[in-house]
């Protein structure tokens, strides 16, 4: 948009500037020619004159008028007598006596004028004029009869005058070239003017863009200035009454959330304990097996509301991201799961990068709950004897990539579009199943931490899950998600 109204504004000063300045430039340009043309015309008139003179102090007027008007003009001078062949004393001969313009100065008596192009004008503009003799020999008008018996002056010559017009061009690039690079600079100020009037009159809008950006990105508490003219004002409280609405409902459903999954933990916790105590006292295997599922259950139940509390603490964002060891931070959750992953003779290894490698920001536990999930699901699909390998390494100046590999049995495409959809729930080759909200609270918890996540196939087979984690207070650098997600989404 700023760029629109600049562009409409500088054009709105071309117009004008051409509206007033092309005019007078061509003014000033045939003025030039008409008072150049007049001049020399003036003075080839003149010359011919002291020519039809005829005594010799106008002849040798006319000789250092002659000398002069080389000297002074980029102009010469020439002539013809009436013959057309001999010389005009004391004018120098022409080149080619007999064209067209000295055919008509000779034979008709007119002058001619030619510029050399239609365009502007040539290299010379020639004037030729007729001389015609004034007096005879007893100081007497010379005269002859006309075509039609009227008297008339007697032609003895003709005089040409060629001058010059590379001064003309001269002062014709000054008349266009000053108000050239005057236009230039005209619109150049109009431009920087224009662009500080359009961002004034854009500021508004540009402050409300950053709060719908920062509103989507799940900022909630972003709100806009009430600034600008009258309309984007009430756009700026309509949006603002809005946001602390909306706000308003997600930070009750949040704490609904969050209490609710909270006070389930005890009876749920109390629920399981009297199950355990049914099954050690019930000897009936049928009895028994009822019992293992309805505990079955209560597990799953107490996992979805642990989940839920910890999707509700991670939208909160209740905690800034810190600089972490993510290697140490690795190899310690690497720990604590080998156990359960030798149990099924699952090898975990740790790949990468080990030396230099820089702090990652992240909130305190965030990473270990990103690290617990995704391992969780890599070991639920992966079969007996496989291999879950671990790799660090440096992706940019600012950023470290963290992939999990399995080796399971791959996904469909509508498994994959749908892989951190809330409550979508994979099945592992353990046959367990878990609360769907594992892939959920991971990408949460990277993405509020200034990092992304993505899906994609690991070499051989099974699944990459690629974590892009931020080293510096720079904005995300984003791996653009695709679809695609673990066997089990918990």
């Known amino acids: ?58 002849r040798q007027a006319l000789a250092r008028m002659a000398r002069a008007y080389a000297d002074e003009t980029p102009g010469t001078v020439e002539g013809v007598a009436a013959d057309g062949r001999g010389e005009l004393e004391p004018l120098s001969p022409p080149a080619r006596p007999g064209d067209p313009a000295f055919d008509e100065a000779l034979r008709h008596g007119r002058t001619t004028v030619d510029w050399g192009s239609r365009l502007v004008w040539g290299p010379e503009l020639v004037v030729t004029v007729p001389v015609f ?34 001064d003309l061009t001269d002062r014709l690039w000054r008349i266009w ?9 005209v619109l150049a100020v109009a431009a920087g003017l224009g662009a500080i009037v359009a961002r004034l009159l854009t500021k508004p809008l540009r402050q409300l863009n950053d709060m719908a950006s920062r509103f989507g990105d799940g900022d909630l508490t972003a709100r806009s200035p009430v600034t600008g003219p009258q309309e984007t004002q009430t756009l700026a409280r309509t949006l603002n009454q809005g946001a602390e609405r909306l706000d308003t409902l997600v930070a009750s459903q949040r704490i609904f959330v969050a209490d609710a999954s909270h006070q389930l933990r005890t009876p749920l916790t109390a629920l399981r304990l009297s199950l355990d105590n049914i099954a050690d006292g019930v000897d009936d295997e049928f009895v028994r097996e009822d019992v293992d599922q309805a505990t079955a259950e209560v597990v799953r139940m107490s996992r979805l509301v642990s989940g839920l509390l910890v999707l509700a603490r991670a939208e909160a964002k209740v905690s800034a991201p810190e600089p972490l060891a993510l290697r140490e931070l690795v190899e310690e959750r690497l720990k604590v799961w080998r156990p359960a992953a030798d149990e099924r003779g699952v090898t975990i ?9 820089p702090r990652v920001l992240a909130g305190p536990g965030n990473l270990d709950q990103v690290l617990d999930n995704v391992l969780s699901n890599a ?8 291999t879950i390998t671990v790799r660090i390494e440096t992706g940019g100046p600012e ?90 989404g918990g």
């Open 1 to 58: 948009m700023i760029r629109r109204l600049i562009l409409s504004y500088v054009a709105l000063v071309a117009v004008a500037l051409a509206a007033f300045t092309v005019p007078v430039a061509f003014t000033l340009t045939a003025q030039l020619r008409g008072d150049t043309e007049e001049s020399v015309r003036r003075e080839a008139t003149t010359m011919a004159l002291l020519l039809g003179d005829g005594d010799a102090p106008a």
């Open 133 to 166: 003799a004034r007096r005879d020999g007893s100081g007497a008008p010379d005269t002859a009869v006309g075509e039609r018996g009227a008297p008339a002056e007697r032609i003895v010559g003709a005089v040409r005058v060629r001058y010059a017009t590379a």
């Open 177 to 185: 070239g000053f108000r050239a690079i005057l236009a230039v600079g």
């Open 349 to 357: 290894v740790l790949t990468g990068e080990a030396d230099d490698l």
């Open 379 to 386: 070991l639920e699909v992966s079969p007996d004897r496989g």
């Open 399 to 488: 950023e470290v990539i963290l992939e999990v590999l399995d080796q399971g049995p791959g996904m469909s495409a509508a498994e994959q579009a749908r892989a951190f959809d809330r409550f979508w729930r994979g099945q592992g080759l353990t046959g367990r199943s878990g609360s769907g909200l594992g892939l959920a609270i991971v990408r949460q918890l990277v993405t509020d931490d200034g990092g992304g996540v993505a899906l994609r196939d690991a070499p051989g087979g099974g699944l990459c899950v690629r974590i892009l984690l931020r080293t510096g207070a720079e904005g995300p650098r984003w791996i653009s998600p695709r679809p695609g997600a673990p066997r089990s």
